[in-house]
């Protein structure tokens, strides 16, 4: 508590409100969450990108004779797109059997997200932990711990 308020709550009061930082917030209104290109490149109904243009960004580019990105930087199974990974046939043990058509990056400081808009997921991680064992096993597991939560 921090003048008799929580801390998101000071942060929104003292410095996003007045620096109009409308979006900023310590969550993601599920209403929101189509913002991250799961709405095929529109914001609030507006185009932003070409649909055409937002399948490309997430549809293998690798050459026919590279099956996959490296595994320092992706998983078995993964492709890369346009500044995504891609998950393409997912090994059901570092990517869930759901996160087909998930796409996908990673931070150096520990942070990372993922785009599933065939299971409408989004998920966002970070901590404090530069390019450790610690920060991939973290986003693994908080992964497969988000597909595990989905209910048939």
């Known amino acids: 508590m921090l003048a008799g308020k929580s801390f998101d709550e000071v942060l929104k009061a003292r410095i996003f409100v007045p620096l109009g930082m409308h979006d900023t917030d310590f969550w993601v209104p599920p209403e929101n969450a189509h913002r991250l290109l799961a709405n095929g490149g529109e914001l609030d109904g507006v185009r932003i990108l070409k649909a055409e243009t937002v399948k490309l960004m997430h549809t293998n580019q690798l050459p026919d004779a590279v099956e996959q990105i490296h595994p320092r930087v992706g998983n078995p199974g993964n492709t890369f797109g346009i500044d995504f990974a891609i998950v393409d046939q997912p090994d059901g043990t570092t990517d869930h059997t759901r996160a087909q058509g998930e796409f996908w990056w990673y931070g150096a400081g520990g ?23 610690a920060s991939h096993k973290a986003r693994l597991s908080s992964k497969m711990m988000a597909y595990e939560a989905i209910e048939e």
């Open 111 to 133: 942070t990372w997200f993922g785009v599933n808009p065939v299971q409408d997921l989004v998920i966002i991680g970070m901590i404090q932990s530069q390019g450790t064992a």
